[in-house]
């Protein structure tokens, strides 16, 4: 069983940090590639940024500049280093693993941490 567990969320002011972690129990977690995901009340869920296996990143053009995504795959884990914070980023945040297989996906979602920034 495949667990993500993602922590770091909380509420900030609007011009502030915060860092969220997502812990992977994924034994092979050096070949996933890791996604930070976010979804507001009432609006569908959007990728904010993610990092493949060679640490090759992209992300949401609402969010360059100002998020930084990151992985440390000794611990097993990803990281979403969130400056600069606006009320629009306000969200649950989801923590992904996805990898392609010979046969099948592989895709795995965190529980989530809600992230609120006041203005």
């Known amino acids: 069983q495949v667990q993500l567990v993602e922590s770091g969320g909380g509420l900030v002011q609007a011009g502030g940090s915060l860092r969220l972690s997502c812990a992977a129990s994924?034994?092979?977690?050096?070949?996933?590639?890791m996604n930070w995901y976010r979804q507001a009340p009432g609006k569908q869920r959007e990728l904010v940024a993610g990092i493949t296996k060679s640490r090759s990143t992209n992300y949401a053009d609402s969010v360059k500049g100002r998020f930084t995504i990151s992985r440390d795959n000794a611990k097993n884990t990803v990281y979403l280093q969130m400056n600069s914070l606006k009320p629009e980023d306000t969200a649950v945040y989801y923590c992904?693993?996805?990898?392609?297989?010979?046969?099948?996906?592989?895709?795995?979602w965190g529980q989530g941490t809600q992230v609120t920034v006041s203005s």
């Open positions: 994924i034994s092979i977690f050096t070949i996933y590639t």
């Open positions: 992904n693993a996805y990898r392609l297989g010979p046969s099948r996906e592989f895709d795995y």
